[in-house]
């Protein structure tokens, strides 16, 4: 088998590998973000190798050229970045109101505070805290 | 490479930076893989869009990430275990860059030798995208709208406020006369050239969606000179919201009136006597609402962090 | 019009969205989306009939054949649940015009209904394409539009529940369209037709391996199959009642669908038991997941919380039915997706009626609310006794048919564990049950009333069906049984 054939699809590899490592690894919400954009472009590429012809030109039809890349992997990428960057949008408007109600955007220190609502929730049941959980909070800000 | 480098940094502003850099290269790697049409929307979206959107929420969060207590060994195992079976199936795959492979051999010659017959478009990228593959477009606009709405209804900011603080913020860079000079003269060119990539993606690299975020970039470069009170002046959020909408309802519509026509959905033959005639105007079309969609989208997104954010900024002080 | 069925289907919805945003008053809006998801309904219930009829629909989008374009393709298995997502969608809307009044802020609401509506198409979306990257388009739909969803629940931590969710969602989404380009790249067709034509040849090669691989620990991260189900709890307490609803009756419903469709169609039920141990390692899977999460689900103290790991251990008894790899297992499966979807429905609506009321989920403030909300509560009751799966009910129909394929199979450890696993049930109902009718009301429950009527009504067409489709099986276990058969028939591998 010829190795070197491959060695581009193993870059692919190797970006996916750090990419998902920064997203699990990490507690930072926006770096696990970013890491998700590099696990992404890791497929991005996986999917434009394959639609490569040595020797090929870009799709676009022209009488000089008659041997081209293939165009459809190039079409599904478009719609994936598309979909990468509205996740990322979404995300960040995430970590936006996060930061705003927590003051944070660290992974820990959220899940103590969340811990901490949860406590707060099981005193409260039994009886610990004055019942002010049935005032209707004005919802309109 | 950059990648590696991202996971060391503690700096949050470098890191964006470095992700910004690494979009670039990577749209440098496509452009030399013949995707020209993915280089230019990474270029945009990765480098462009997404590194400024990543910039305005850094401007309210700290800079520096904290120390991470992180298992490293449970990720490592996942991540190996990830790579080894990806690793593995790299073993049987056709060799990069040989014609011969089976995608180049059963649906893609098609879209190759008789596109131009078909649907009458030199591109061939933007003749899957706007017709045979048509229908993923529609969806792609629809994840773009929605994108749209989860940002619009997280970052939405009550009326009174808006109103108080709108007067209170200055342009951050009033002073810099020559840059404001030379963005006034850039600002009619990269609008003209959005409109170019507009209708131009038949011919060379470019479509609705790279038209749509360059116009957008246009727009943000304005208003990050002038002051987002300015732009907000001339963008109101009611109106991008409907304009969102529309883009979305104009591809959509053109689906719609291909079936009153007699053809199925999106069938863009039956919109006039000639085939080949009609998939220009339904081409044309669709491409449009994608741009309208995406530029409208790109603005709002781009608004609501900055607004945010400011908001943020003067609440703190 | 009717040849036009499949695809009105999905853009009934798809235009209904962007319209729905441009209403200026909300309750408009949620009128509005309220029509538009009966209309799919309506279409729904016509597609069905079509493919009762005339067998397996297909429509070509743009006019383009597949495997050029790409295709709808509508059987049986998804005219079911094209019916079960629209009917499911169109009931819990018709309670979200009251309840979203009362959770959300005015300016949000008409965002909170035009994120439905694309949730909704997203979902149809799934269910109704033959295209295996359209699948991937339409899931992202969906993952988008209910991460936004959920981020709308008032209390903070509803914000990192989405965003755990987005990052979970989007490892599966990615993990999927690796799986996808593997496929493309051994067989040059997206489409699943094509693909289940083409794969066979490849069969031996490591890539289509990896490509099952990587699909499929795609697919069980969007299905919440434990132990990958850690973003589900915290999405479902925390989002709104109304989105709770929708997505607990619907959403891991289709990501079941498009792993039975992959798993049948798209690779054949022979590749993948001759491949993997597949088998073994959905029944442990299956197991341990309904034993963890419910007895999670016992320490409770919210009660939209402890529904959820219940649906966590639903889950468990789908997969435990496909494990089981026989027709009868497969529609068992089906059909306890449809009942699951009934019960977990009306549940989750009569939770939302007492958020509306009591402004709280947690169980000690509900204590006597079974005086003041008796109709709610009783709906809460037959919905509990229906997921233990008391005769009468759904529940036990489709444990019925669970308990009769694993006999059927000879696995008698595991039926005794499955009905030792309904205790557990039981145990969480009851301590709802002890909470509601047997501990003396607080001061403050004075002035609680009964649910508003516009609540009422669908929670109790819920409970009604539930009743209804435990005693008259015929449509429920025909198209499941129809399903399966075909399912199985495609490959010639039924027993």
């Known amino acids: ?141 | 490479m950059t990648a590696l480098a991202i996971t060391r940094m503690n700096d949050l502003f470098a890191v964006v930076m470095l992700s910004g850099i690494y979009s670039l290269m990577s749209a440098g790697f496509f452009l030399d893989l013949d995707a020209v049409d993915v280089a230019f929307t990474e270029a945009s979206v990765g480098a462009g869009i997404s590194t400024l959107l990543m910039l305005a929420s850094l401007k309210m969060v700290k800079r520096y990430e904290g120390k991470t207590k992180y298992k490293p060994m449970l990720a490592l195992g996942v991540v190996g275990a990830t790579a080894l079976l990806l690793i593995y199936g790299t073993l049987d795959m056709p060799h990069f860059g040989s014609a011969d492979a089976p995608i180049h051999q059963h649906v893609a010659p098609r879209y190759i030798n008789d596109s131009m017959a078909e649907v009458g478009v030199p591109n061939i990228v933007t003749s899957i995208l706007a017709s045979y593959r048509g229908y993923d477009t529609l969806g792609e606009t629809l994840v773009i709208f929605t994108a749209g709405i989860g940002v619009m209804s997280l970052l939405r900011v009550s009326r009174e406020t808006k109103d108080q603080q709108q007067k209170r913020v200055p342009a951050d860079m009033q002073q810099q006369i020559i840059l404001r000079i030379v963005a006034k003269m850039m600002l009619p060119l990269i609008l003209l050239f959005a409109l170019y990539v507009q209708f131009h993606g038949d011919y060379g690299p470019g479509g609705g969606f790279q038209a749509g975020v360059i116009f957008a970039a246009g727009i943000i470069l304005y208003t990050m000179l002038f002051g987002l009170s300015t732009a907000r002046l001339v963008f109101k959020s009611s109106l991008l919201q409907k304009l969102t909408a529309v883009g979305v309802l104009l591809y959509a519509g053109v689906g719609v009136a291909c079936m009153l026509l007699g053809g199925n959905f999106l069938d863009y033959n039956v919109l006039r006597h000639d085939p080949v005639h009609g998939q220009h105007l339904g081409i044309l079309l669709v491409e449009l609402g994608v741009g309208i969609t995406v530029a409208t989208v790109m603005i709002t997104l781009f608004f609501k962090f900055t607004w945010r954010t400011v908001k943020h900024k003067y609440i703190e002080q | 019009m009717i040849t036009h069925y499949p695809v009105l289907q999905v853009i009934i919805p798809l235009i209904g969205a962007p319209l729905c945003l441009l209403f200026p008053v909300p309750r408009l809006a949620g009128l509005f989306a309220l029509l538009v998801s009966s209309l799919a309904f309506l279409v729904s219930c016509g597609l069905l009939q079509q493919v009762m009829v005339h067998g397996t629909l297909v429509y070509a989008l743009g006019g383009w054949a597949a495997p050029w374009g790409i295709e709808y393709r509508i059987d049986y298995l998804n005219s079911y649940l094209l019916l079960l997502v629209s009917s499911m969608s169109t009931v819990v809307l018709i309670a979200a015009q009251s309840s979203i009044r009362r959770e959300l802020p005015q300016n949000r609401q008409t965002y909170f209904y035009t994120a439905y509506l694309l949730c909704l198409t997203g979902l149809l979306g799934i269910l109704a394409t033959g295209d295996a990257f359209n699948v991937f388009v339409f899931l992202e739909i969906s993952s988008l539009s209910s991460y936004t969803l959920i981020a709308l629940g008032t209390d903070r931590r509803a914000l990192t529940a989405s965003y755990q969710y987005l990052i979970m969602g989007t490892i599966g989404a990615t993990f999927i369209i690796i799986g996808v380009g593997l496929m493309y790249m051994m067989t040059g067709t997206l489409n699943m037709n094509d693909l289940a034509e083409r794969l066979p040849e490849v069969n031996h090669s490591r890539t289509v391996l990896s490509a099952f691989g990587f699909f499929i620990v795609g697919v069980c991260l969007k299905l919440a199959l434990f132990p990958l189900h850690l973003w589900l709890p915290n999405a479902y307490a925390f989002a709104p009642s109304i989105a709770t609803a929708f997505l607990a009756a619907t959403a891991t419903k289709v990501a079941v669908y498009v792993l039975i469709r992959y798993v049948f169609t798209v690779f054949g039920i022979e590749y993948v038991e001759s491949v993997l141990p597949l088998q073994e390692i959905f029944l442990v899977l299956g197991l341990v997941g309904i034993f963890a999460a419910s007895v999670s689900a016992i320490y409770q103290l919210n009660i939209k919380r402890l529904f959820a790991y219940s649906s966590v251990a639903q889950i468990g008894y789908m997969i435990l039915g496909l494990a089981i790899g026989t027709q009868l297992g497969l529609a068992a499966t089906l059909l306890h997706m449809f009942n699951h979807a009934l019960m977990k429905g009306a549940l989750f609506l009569a939770i939302g009626s007492v958020v509306y009321r009591i402004n709280s989920s947690q169980l000690n403030h509900m204590a006597g609310l079974g005086r003041k909300m008796p109709w709610t509560m009783a709906a809460i009751v037959i919905g509990g006794l229906s997921l233990v799966g008391v005769p009468l009910t759904v529940g036990f129909v489709s444990k019925w048919y669970l308990v009769l394929a694993l006999l059927e199979k000879g696995w008698w450890l595991v039926t005794v564990l499955v009905l030792i696993s309904s205790l557990l049930a039981l145990i969480y109902v009851w301590r709802i049950i002890e909470w509601v009718y047997f501990t003396p009301a607080r001061i403050h429950l004075s002035e609680v009333r009964e649910a508003p009527l516009s609540q009422l009504v669908p929670v109790w067409i819920l409970v009604i069906a539930n009743i209804y489709f435990g005693l008259d099986t015929s449509l429920t276990v025909g198209v499941s049984k129809l399903a399966a058969q075909s399912l199985f028939g495609l490959f010639g591998a039924a027993p």
């Open chain 1, 1 to 141: 088998m010829n190795i070197i054939g491959l060695y581009n699809y193993w870059i692919v590899v190797v970006l996916m590998a750090i990419g998902f490592f920064i997203v699990i690894a990490h507690e930072n919400l926006i770096k696990k973000l970013i890491g998700l954009s590099i696990f992404q472009t890791a497929v991005f590429f996986l999917y434009i190798s394959m639609g490569k012809v040595v020797g090929g030109t870009a799709p676009i039809l022209d009488d000089k050229w008659h041997l081209y890349s293939n165009p459809l992997p190039h079409v599904l990428i478009l719609t994936a970045i598309v979909v990468g960057i509205s996740t990322t949008a979404v995300g960040l408007a995430l970590v936006v109101r996060i930061q705003e109600a927590y003051g944070s955007i660290e992974e820990h220190e959220i899940q103590t505070l969340n811990a901490q609502d949860q406590i707060e929730c099981q005193l409260e049941a039994y009886g610990f805290m004055k019942n002010n959980a049935f005032s209707v909070k004005s919802l309109d800000e």
